[in-house]
């Protein structure tokens, strides 16, 4: 697939207030994304809670975006698993719905060997026949994609790129300075805090959970880095900080897409509930959520 240089968002997953799929603030995501000026749209990966739901469910959203998408974005499906069948199972159906490409982790729970890793992705690549991005997430997978082996990752035909989430800085350099010349081989950020030395060492830009609800922000500041104009580089990355606050409202490990549907739940896009058994959202932590973003606003 093309590369994309810029801000590729991690989809949140709207539910209604039944805990069933909101298609209705799922499209108003998709199209609000879109004019806010991204690069290209991650359903299933962290933020959407991707492997929490049912491979019904997983497929289900993938047909929708793409659908709502309409060609205007590239899709990138999130089709990790702890089962490599079920992530070709994955594959194959984002394939044929139209995404352009297919964002997966090692498989979690067993923890697989160097070689394992690259038989596993060199087996996507020729069963689901969709370009394959890498995807280092050590929190959940416990396998590091250390610089050696993403480097034998990246000679794969069909690998087409990285997104580096083990906020790892002296392993993103290393990654950075020994792909550098490697055009066809984009590497992207999770970390937002990682997103300026990505793009300064020539990265391509970052898969930023925030621009779900301030895509102008994260595209904004990412044009100002690539462009090397410091003043309005800081001033963006000053508002991309004061939405980091929002992460940490909710408690719990999904307290980012909380926050973040919250947030969205405000701009009147969608609701903000989460599947259970994961513990809803409280209106003391709404109220916190409106707080920063007028915070936010006001920078």
Request: with cysteine.
């Amino acid at each position: 697939m093309k590369r994309i240089n810029g801000i590729i968002v991690p989809m949140i997953t709207p539910l209604t207030s039944a805990y069933e799929l909101d298609f209705t603030g799922l499209e108003k995501l998709v199209d609000y994304l879109i004019a806010g000026g991204c690069g290209g749209l991650f359903p299933l990966g962290t933020t959407g809670g991707g492997p929490f739901y049912s491979m019904e469910k997983q497929q289900e959203i993938n047909r929708a975006v793409c659908r709502f998408s309409a060609g205007r974005l590239p899709v990138l499906t999130g089709v990790s698993s702890a089962s490599p069948e079920d992530s070709i199972r994955l594959g194959l159906a984002a394939k044929e719905a139209g995404a352009s490409a297919v964002v997966a982790a090692p498989p979690c729970y067993l923890k697989l060997t160097e070689s394992e890793v690259l038989d596993f992705y060199r087996l996507l690549t020729n069963e689901i026949g969709l370009d394959v991005f890498v995807y280092n997430m050590p929190g959940m997978t416990k396998i590091d994609l250390r610089p050696e082996l993403l480097m034998k990752l990246a000679e794969i035909p069909g690998i087409c790129g990285y997104k580096d989430s083990s906020n790892d800085m002296n392993a993103l350099h290393q990654v950075l300075l020994a792909l550098k010349d490697k055009a066809d081989f984009p590497i992207y950020v999770g970390p937002e805090s990682l997103m300026v030395e990505n793009v300064m060492f020539v990265g391509a830009g970052g898969v930023s959970a925030g621009a779900n609800l301030y895509p102008e922000v994260y595209v904004n500041g990412y044009r100002a880095m690539r462009d090397g104009n410091l003043k309005e580089m800081l001033r963006w990355q000053k508002k991309i900080d004061t939405i980091q606050k929002i992460y940490s409202v909710h408690p719990g490990f999904n307290s980012v897409a909380m926050g973040l549907k919250t947030g969205l739940k405000l701009k009147g896009i969608c609701g903000n509930a989460v599947l259970p058994p994961l513990a809803q959202p409280t209106p003391e932590c709404e109220e916190k959520i409106a707080q920063i973003m007028r915070q936010v606003d006001a920078i």
